[in-house]
C-alpha cells in the first residue's frame, strides 16, 4: 500500500506541476476517509521536491514519459521510448503488517543488471546532535530520533525478510538517507565515529552532497526495467524469508518448552487442519482457543506459527501486550517480526494471511486507534473485526481472567459476536492441563481459589511447588541471593503501589518502592514513543539481564516472563476485609486502573494473579497489609496441614 507510484517521468511532471502532493493527498483520503494533516502535506511537497528536483539533474532525468502515442523527455523533447531506462518510483510506501511507511522507494537494475530498491530516508533537519559519548540515538530540533540511516536499515531489513517479492533474494533492498536541509557542520553528529558501520551499510547524505548522491542513484537504478520491478513489490506481501523461518524453528527444535503436549496437541492438529481446508475451499473460519494461566495457549500458537509458515502459508502472531510481544521477540531473534501488535493489523489487507494467531485475546482493544494515532488516520473500526478480516482463518487465544486495563474488553461473547456479525464460522477448544509454575495444578487453582476466580480446590501441592509468606522485604533480598547461588532466575514483582518514575536526566534509575527504609528501583520505565530493539527493551533488560536483579518489576513488566522463582511485594492496592476483597484507589498508582472504577476491584485481582503465577518452582510472598497477610497465611497453612496430613482448625 503506498501513496504515489509511477515511472521516473511521471514524478518529474508531477513535481514541477505541484500536483504531486495533491495525489497524494487524495490517495490518503481514499484510504483513510480523511484529509492527511497541513504538516504533512507540507513535508511531501518540501522533501519530494528537492528529490525531484536531483533526480530531473541527473542522467536518470531523461527517462521518457509517455503522452498517447508520443513519448516526451521530463525535459519535454520528443525521444524515442526509453525502456532500457525505466526507473520506478513509489512513495509512502506501508511496510506489510507494520505501522511504519518508507519515505520513497527508487527501483531499477544497477548497471551491471543488479535489481535494486533503494529504501530512502528523507528528513528536513536542519540541526542534529548526540547527548554524550555513550547516546546511539540523535537529537534533533529538540527530540530524540534513532538515526535516519537507521531507520532506512530497519526498513530494508524488514522488506528483505518479510515481504514476498525479496523473498527469493532476487531483488536487493538498499536502504540511504538525505537529509537535504542539513549542513556539513550540522552533520557531524550523524557521521560520528560510533556510525561508522552504519553509515557503510546505510550511506547519510546532506544537502551539500547532491553531486555524490546523484552518482549515487545513478549507479544503482541506470540499467532501468524499473516498472516491473516496483509492481513486483507493490503488488508483494507479507511473506517471511526461509532464513526467519529457520531462526523460528531452530529454537522450537532446542528447547523443551515449546514441545505440544496432550490437548495442546489436539488444538494445534485440529487448526492446521482447518488452515489447509480453507485454503483449498477458499472459506474463512475463526477459532477460539481458552484456557487459564499455563494451559499453554502460547505454545500452540508459536508451533502453529512455525508449521504453517513451513507448510508455505502466510502466519503470523500478534498480541496487544508489549511486555509479552518483547519476550517473544527478544526469544526469537531472527524471526522477531513475526510477533507483531494487534494494532499492525488495523492496515492489513482483507485476508491477506492465511494464519493470524492472537495470543492474549482478552487483550483486544475496542478500537486500533491509540492517543498516538494521528487524528487523521483513526478509523473507530471494531479492532476484533479487523483481526478477524487479515485472514482467512483467525485464532483467539483466550484467558477472560487476564485483562489487565480498563479498555481491553477480549471475551467469549465480544469474539462470538464479531464472527456472527461478519458471516465467519467459529469453533472452540477448551485447554485444561496446566504447564505453568512447574506444572503444579494444585498450586494454580489455589490461586485462583485466593482471588476469588474459582471455588476448585485441588488440594495440597506437598513439595511440587514452594510457596511462602515472608515477613520483611530483605527476605525477599536473601530469596534472590540464594536463587543466584544455585544459578537459578529470579526476580522482584510488586502491585503497582508507587509512583513509577522515568529515567531522570543524569540516567540511573528513581528508588520508587519504599518499604520502611528498604528501597528499591522499578524497572526501566519504556519510552512510549521511542523504537527498542527486542533485546534492548526495558523489559527484556529486567527480565534477562544482570540490572534486573535489584529491579522491580510491575505486571506490565512481568506479564509474558517466567523465572525459576519470584518474590511478590502484595501491596495495599488489594486488602482482604471480612469475607471479600477491597481495591483501594487511594493505594494505586496506576491511573487507567485507578479510573476504572466499578472494574478497579477486578482488574487488580487479575494483576495479582499474574503476578503470582510467574514463578516455575517458587514464589515468595510479602503482604504489607495485617488482614491481607493473616488471610493468604491462613489459605497457606490449611494447604500445608492437608499436605503433611494434621487436621485444619
Known amino acids: 500500500m503506498d501513496l504515489w507510484q509511477g515511472d521516473l517521468g511521471q514524478f518529474l511532471a508531477a513535481s514541477r506541476s505541484g500536483s504531486l502532493a495533491g495525489e497524494m493527498s487524495g490517495r490518503f483520503a481514499m484510504l483513510h476517509g480523511k484529509q492527511p494533516s497541513a504538516g504533512e502535506f507540507r513535508s511531501w511537497q518540501r522533501s519530494l521536491d528537492e528529490l525531484a528536483q536531483l533526480l530531473g539533474r541527473t542522467q536518470l532525468g531523461d527517462v521518457g514519459v509517455t503522452m498517447g502515442s508520443a513519448t516526451r523527455s521530463a525535459q519535454g523533447m520528443r525521444v524515442a521510448e526509453p525502456r532500457g531506462s525505466e526507473v520506478g518510483v513509489c512513495t509512502e510506501y506501508h511496510l506489510p503488517l507494520q505501522a511504519k511507511r518508507v519515505d520513497v522507494m527508487l527501483f531499477g537494475e544497477s548497471s551491471q543488471g543488479t535489481p535494486n530498491s533503494l529504501v530512502v530516508e528523507l528528513k528536513q533537519w536542519s540541526e542534529a546532535s548526540l547527548e554524550d559519548e555513550d547516546a546511539i540515538n540523535v537529537l534533533a530540533h529538540g527530540r530524540e530520533h534513532a538515526h535516519p540511516s537507521r531507520q532506512a536499515l530497519d526498513y530494508a531489513g524488514y522488506l528483505a525478510s518479510y515481504h514476498s517479492a525479496y523473498a527469493d533474494e532476487s531483488i536487493e533492498a538498499r536502504p540511504m538517507a538525505w537529509c537535504h536541509d542539513l549542513s556539513p557542520d550540522g552533520a557531524r553528529a550523524l557521521r560520528d565515529p560510533r556510525f561508522d558501520d552504519l553509515l557503510a551499510a546505510s550511506p547519510l547524505f546532506t544537502g551539500d552532497d547532491r553531486v555524490a548522491l546523484a552518482e549515487h542513484l545513478t549507479e544503482r537504478l541506470a540499467g532501468g526495467h524499473g516498472r516491473d520491478l516496483m509492481h513486483a513489490v507493490t503488488g508483494g506481501g507479507f511473506e517471511p524469508s526461509k532464513q526467519v523461518i529457520e531462526c523460528l524453528a531452530e529454537v522450537l527444535r532446542h528447547e523443551d518448552e515449546w514441545h505440544l503436549l496432550d490437548a495442546q496437541r ?80 488495523r492496515k492489513a489487507p482483507t485476508q491477506g494471511l492465511d494464519l493470524l494467531l492472537v495470543d492474549e485475546a482478552h487483550r483486544i482493544r475496542e478500537t486500533s486507534d491509540t492517543r498516538w494515532t494521528k487524528a487523521i488516520e483513526r478509523t473507530g473500526r471494531a479492532q476484533v473485526d479487523e483481526l478477524i478480516d487479515a485472514a482467512k482463518v483467525t485464532v483467539f487465544l483466550l484467558d477472560e481472567n487476564q485483562f489487565m486495563r480498563p479498555d481491553e474488553i477480549g471475551t467469549t461473547a465480544l469474539i462470538e459476536g464479531a464472527a456472527s456479525r461478519l458471516e465467519v464460522p467459529i469453533r472452540t477448544y477448551d485447554l485444561q492441563t496446566q504447564f505453568r509454575c512447574g506444572g503444579c495444578e494444585e498450586y494454580v487453582a489455589w490461586v485462583d481459589r ?140 496506576d491511573k487507567p486502573v485507578r479510573a476504572a472504577k466499578d472494574k478497579m476491584e477486578r482488574l487488580v485481582r487479575n494483576a495479582y494473579r499474574v503476578l503470582l503465577t510467574r514463578g516455575m518452582r517458587a514464589t515468595s510472598i510479602l503482604c504489607l497489609d495485617d488482614e491481607t497477610r493473616t488471610h493468604v497465611a491462613d489459605s497457606l497453612a490449611t494447604r500445608r496441614a492437608t499436605a503433611t496430613g494434621e487436621r485444619s482448625t
Not at 285 to 308: F, S
Open 450 to 589: 485466593l482471588l476469588g476466580f474459582e471455588d476448585d480446590d485441588l488440594g495440597p501441592w506437598g513439595a511440587a511447588y514452594d510457596a511462602s509468606l515472608v515477613e520483611r522485604p530483605e527476605d525477599l533480598d536473601a530469596m534472590l541471593a540464594a536463587a543466584r547461588r544455585a544459578g537459578e532466575s529470579a526476580r522482584l514483582v510488586a502491585g503497582f503501589c508507587w509512583k513509577w518514575s522515568a529515567v531522570p536526566p543524569g540516567g540511573g534509575l528513581v528508588d520508587d518502592v519504599q518499604i520502611g527504609r528498604w528501597t528499591r528501583p522499578w524497572n526501566e520505565k519504556p519510552d512510549e514513543k521511542k523504537s527498542y530493539r527486542p533485546d534492548t527493551h526495558p523489559y527484556t533488560k529486567w527480565a534477562t539481564t544482570e540490572a534486573g536483579w535489584q529491579q522491580i518489576g510491575c505486571v506490565y513488566s512481568a506479564q509474558g516472563f517466567e523465572f525459576d522463582r519470584v518474590g511478590v511485594i502484595w501491596g495495599d492496592d488489594l486488602v482482604w476485609r471480612g469475607d471479600r476483597w477491597v481495591a483501594r484507589k487511594e493505594a494505586s498508582h
Open 266 to 345: 489436539v488444538a494445534h492438529g485440529a487448526i492446521l487442519a482447518e488452515v489447509r481446508r480453507m485454503q483449498r475451499s477458499k472459506g474463512r473460519r475463526t477459532l477460539l482457543v481458552r484456557g487459564g494461566p499455563g494451559t499453554g495457549k502460547t505454545v500452540i500458537a508459536v508451533q502453529l506459527l512455525a508449521d504453517a509458515l513451513r507448510l508455505g502459508f502466510k502466519a503470523a502472531h500478534s498480541t496487544g501486550g508489549k511486555a509479552f510481544t518483547t519476550a517473544l521477540r527478544s526469544r526469537f531473534k531472527g524471526a522477531q517480526d513475526l510477533f507483531v501488535w494487534n494494532m499492525n493489523l
